[in-house]
């Protein structure tokens, strides 16, 4: 059975930092990319970043660039997304989710998801 599980999320002041852990088990993920969602109430869901689980490709959404890192550690088949300088903007439920597709991944259409950790930073 595959599963992300998400966690580190929080509540933190602007201008804080928070990382965020998605652990991967159930199947190997080497030729996948891992994505990082974010959704908030009324909004669409932003794919914020993803990677190739070889760590060769990575992508930003223009909102976060210069302040979120995504990296992986296939030892412990974990990625992760290091997000400083956080903004109440930022403020949302962060889902990471995994496909061999890029389409399918960034049109939301992933064949695996997480349950989501609630980032909230106050201002």
């Known amino acids: 059975q595959v599963q992300l599980i998400e966690s580190g999320g929080g509540l933190v002041q602007a201008g804080g930092s928070l990382r965020l852990s998605c652990a991967a088990s159930?199947?190997?993920?080497?030729?996948?990319?891992i994505g990082w969602f974010r959704q908030s109430p009324g909004k669409e869901r932003e794919l914020v970043a993803h990677?190739?689980?070889?760590?060769?490709?990575?992508y930003y959404a223009d909102s976060v660039k210069g302040r979120f890192t995504i990296s992986r550690d296939s030892a412990k088949n974990t990625v992760y997304l290091q997000m400083n300088s956080l903004k109440p903007e930022d403020t949302a439920v962060y889902y990471c989710?995994?496909?061999?597709?890029?389409?399918?991944?960034?049109?939301?259409?992933?064949?695996?998801w997480g349950q989501g950790t609630q980032v909230t930073v106050s201002s």
């Open positions: 990677i190739l689980w070889t760590g060769l490709s990575r």
């Open positions: 159930g199947r190997t993920f080497s030729n996948y990319l």
């Open positions: 989710a995994a496909d061999r597709s890029f389409n399918s991944l960034a049109t939301g259409s992933a064949m695996y």
